[in-house]
């Protein structure tokens, strides 16, 4: 790191190949980050000079936070002979408010995506809500509480990464039926669509992870795809049974590409997952979740774990164990996205 008279400061890090690098900004407290594509590590905290605080790695996320002594101008990045190159100067509050506040994402070449319409669109689903408590703990939890709670960490740690953008199909305490979430999703051409739940079953403790299936893979799956798929009565409304040959034909709307791309989403969440949380035996599941059937936005169903069990209760109230669950899930989205970009590997 150079610091320069005029107070301007550059960076250069060393970078393998030619991957995709991005840095965006966000305040309270101001802070720059940079995602760094696999390959790339660092040192877990490094100590700054002038407008750089230090600097931190996370590896999990991989992704360069920036701790800022103060307000800067808009960086400029570029890249080349395998070197990352960061250019800092000093700047006003305002203007630096600004830039993060657009969420605007600098490519390594230096230019402007173009905002956060650049980036793919992530939408979050807290589970039930409003007059639809969802289940209740033993001791009193409710889950449209937890699943909020999760939620809105999720979206924290989604838009820090700077790699996606995030909605909430509900961000406090009301009722969304089960197709205005699903259409909430469609109608912003969501990139993928995450319902996050804490559910009841007799002796089920650990998260689990499900995609949609018309046939449920087990007993299990099948009752949990009943209970929340009767979540619009419990808001007080009055939805007809679909006919057989309507399951039918909305199941067929899911294309296999988008089942594809749902089920390496799983495998991905359940890889991260087992990292840090225990996990129900045949994590990855499937069943015919309503919520689920968005024809073209691959899907999943996140149960991080069971209020009827008084340990996972326990757990899911602590704002740290939901926040090892984000950072699992988010890193499987990353790793999804990266795929995405790259055109491997993520529909398959």
Same mark, same amino acid.
């Given at each position: 790191?150079?610091?320069?008279?005029?107070?301007?400061?550059?960076?250069?890090?060393?970078?393998?190949?030619?991957?995709?690098?991005?840095?965006?900004?966000?305040?309270?407290?101001?802070?720059?980050?940079?995602?760094?594509?696999?390959?790339?590590?660092?040192?877990?905290?490094?100590?700054?000079?002038?407008?750089?605080?230090?600097?931190?790695?996370?590896?999990?996320?991989?992704?360069?936070?920036?701790?800022?002594?103060?307000?800067?101008?808009?960086?400029?990045?570029?890249?080349?002979?395998?070197?990352?190159?960061?250019?800092?100067?000093?700047?006003?509050?305002?203007?630096?408010?600004?830039?993060?506040?657009?969420?605007?994402?600098?490519?390594?070449?230096?230019?402007?995506?173009?905002?956060?319409?650049?980036?793919?669109?992530?939408?979050?689903?807290?589970?039930?809500?409003?007059?639809?408590?969802?289940?209740?703990?033993?001791?009193?939890?409710?889950?449209?509480?937890?699943?909020?709670?999760?939620?809105?960490?999720?979206?924290?740690?989604?838009?820090?990464?700077?790699?996606?953008?995030?909605?909430?199909?509900?961000?406090?305490?009301?009722?969304?039926?089960?197709?205005?979430?699903?259409?909430?999703?469609?109608?912003?051409?969501?990139?993928?669509?995450?319902?996050?739940?804490?559910?009841? !079953?007799?002796?089920?403790? *650990?998260? /689990? +992870?499900?995609? @949609?299936?018309?046939?449920?893979?087990? %007993?299990?799956? #099948?009752? &949990?795809?009943?209970?929340?798929?009767?979540?619009?009565?419990?808001?007080?409304?009055?939805?007809?049974?679909?006919?057989?040959?309507?399951?039918?034909?909305?199941?067929?709307?899911?294309?296999?590409?988008?089942?594809?791309?749902?089920?390496?989403?799983?495998?991905? !969440?359940?890889?991260?997952? *087992?990292? /840090? +949380?225990?996990? @129900?035996?045949?994590?990855?599941?499937? %069943?015919?979740? #309503?919520? &689920?059937?968005?024809?073209?936005?691959?899907?999943?169903?996140?149960?991080?774990?069971?209020?009827?069990?008084?340990?996972?209760?326990?757990?899911?109230?602590?704002?740290?164990?939901?926040?090892?669950?984000?950072?699992?899930?988010?890193?499987?989205?990353?790793?999804?996205?990266?795929?995405?970009?790259?055109?491997?590997?993520?529909?398959?």
């Amino acid at each position: 790191m150079t610091l320069f008279r005029s107070g301007n400061m550059r960076l250069r890090l060393p970078v393998p190949g030619s991957g995709r690098f991005h840095l965006s900004a966000r305040t309270g407290p101001n802070r720059l980050l940079l995602s760094l594509p696999d390959g790339w590590a660092g040192p877990a905290r490094q100590n700054g000079k002038g407008m750089v605080r230090g600097m931190r790695w996370l590896a999990r996320q991989k992704l360069m936070v920036f701790d800022l002594a103060r307000a800067i101008a808009q960086p400029r990045a570029t890249q080349s002979a395998g070197q990352l190159t960061i250019e800092f100067a000093p700047g006003t509050p305002a203007a630096f408010a600004a830039f993060a506040g657009e969420d605007k994402t600098i490519a390594a070449s230096g230019a402007p995506t173009g905002g956060p319409r650049s980036l793919p669109l992530v939408v979050l689903d807290p589970g039930h809500g409003g007059k639809d408590p969802g289940t209740i703990g033993k001791t009193g939890t409710y889950e449209k509480r937890i699943t909020l709670a999760a939620g809105l960490e999720l979206k924290r740690q989604l838009e820090a990464g700077g790699r996606c953008r995030v909605a909430m199909t509900r961000g406090r305490d009301f009722f969304v039926p089960l197709d205005g979430r699903v259409d909430f999703a469609r109608k912003r051409q969501a990139a993928l669509f995450i319902s996050l739940h804490a559910d009841s !079953a007799p002796g089920a403790r *650990g998260a /689990s +992870v499900y995609t @949609l299936n018309d046939r449920a893979s087990d %007993a299990l799956s #099948a009752a &949990l795809a009943r209970r929340e798929n009767d979540a619009d009565r419990k808001g007080g409304l009055n939805i007809p049974e679909a006919s057989p040959e309507v399951q039918r034909i909305l199941i067929s709307l899911v294309r296999q590409e988008t089942r594809q791309g749902s089920a390496r989403l799983a495998s991905l !969440a359940v890889n991260s997952l *087992g990292q /840090s +949380v225990r996990l @129900l035996p045949n994590t990855h599941r499937e %069943a015919a979740f #309503a919520v &689920l059937k968005a024809p073209d936005i691959p899907s999943m169903l996140v149960e991080m774990g069971f209020l009827s069990d008084a340990t996972d209760e326990a757990l899911l109230k602590q704002p740290g164990h939901r926040a090892k669950v984000c950072t699992a899930l988010t890193q499987a989205v990353h790793n999804w996205l990266a795929r995405q970009e790259a055109g491997v590997g993520a529909t398959g």
